[in-house]
T-cell receptor
Framework: ETGVTQTPRHLVMGMTNKKSLKCEQH?????MYWYKQSAKKPLELMFV???????ENNSVPSRFSPECPNSSHLFLHLHTLQPEDSALYLC??????????????FGPGTRLTVT | KQEVTQIPAALSVPEGENLVLNCSFT??????LQWFRQDPGKGLTSLLL?????REQTSGRLNASLDKSSGRSTLYIAASQPGDSATYLC?????????????FGRGTQLTVWP
């Protein structure tokens, strides 16, 4: 256990559905990240939150909407997704900003399938 | 933009062999380099982190080296065991970013059979 949990672990949704992914960290960190891992690309950074403020949006389509209500919780709201959005979505946390931001602890991921 | 490449993409070996996994990156202005292990259903676990000023790091049977000028790192696994079977990812941190931006390779999928 890394201290980062993600729910659900598996999700199947249609293109017209709305769903949310949840991440929770129990490490006292103040930075949280969403990554996407698909079969065709390396692990890609999607969003970074530092001190509950979004500091980076890595050119992610608007059908992905992140939310960070506090330093322990991070959500990824999904709507009108495409089949190519099927992937493993990983959450991570760290003590950032600064050098410690690179020591990221990852959750187990949510395996998303869009039908 | 930093690009990270890992070779080989997959490796299958008998137990006991010594292994070398390779990682290369295009921009040598890095802050550090990490090797992660990814097990199915368990996310990523950091194995070794090498700062840009260091040449190598060791943890148990694992040794990682860094040659920043040539843009290369290797992960050496001694006396491999079936429990080492996993995907190994290399990640590079760019110098100057305080946000922890990491660039990952596609990984090497390792299978060690008894």
């Amino acid at each position: 256990e890394t201290g980062v949990t993600q729910t659900p672990r598996h999700l199947v949704m249609g293109m017209t559905n709305k769903k949310s992914l949840k991440c929770e960290q129990h490490l006292g960190h103040n930075a949280m990240y969403w990554y996407k891992q698909s079969a065709k690309k390396p692990l890609e950074l999607m969003f970074v939150y530092s001190l509950e403020e979004r500091v980076e949006n890595n050119s992610v389509p608007s059908r992905f909407s992140p939310e960070c209500p506090n330093s322990s919780h991070l959500f990824l709201h999904l709507h009108t997704l495409q089949p190519e959005d099927s992937a493993l979505y990983l959450c991570a946390s760290s003590q950032g900003p600064g050098p410690n931001a690179y020591e990221q602890y990852f959750g187990p991921g949510t395996r998303l399938t869009v039908t | 933009k930093q690009e990270v490449t890992q070779i080989p993409a997959a490796l299958s070996v008998p137990e006991g062999e010594n292994l070398v996994l390779n990682c290369s990156f295009t921009d040598s202005a890095i802050y550090n380099l990490q090797w992660f292990r990814q097990d199915p259903g368990k996310g990523l676990t950091s194995l070794l982190l090498i700062q840009s000023s260091q040449r190598e790091q060791t943890s148990g049977r694992l040794n990682a080296s860094l040659d920043k000028s040539s843009g290369r790192s290797t992960l050496y696994i001694a006396a491999s065991q079936p429990g080492d079977s996993a995907t190994y990812l290399c990640a590079v941190a760019d110098r100057g970013s305080t946000l922890g931006r990491l660039y990952f390779g596609r990984g090497t999928q390792l299978t060690v059979w008894p």
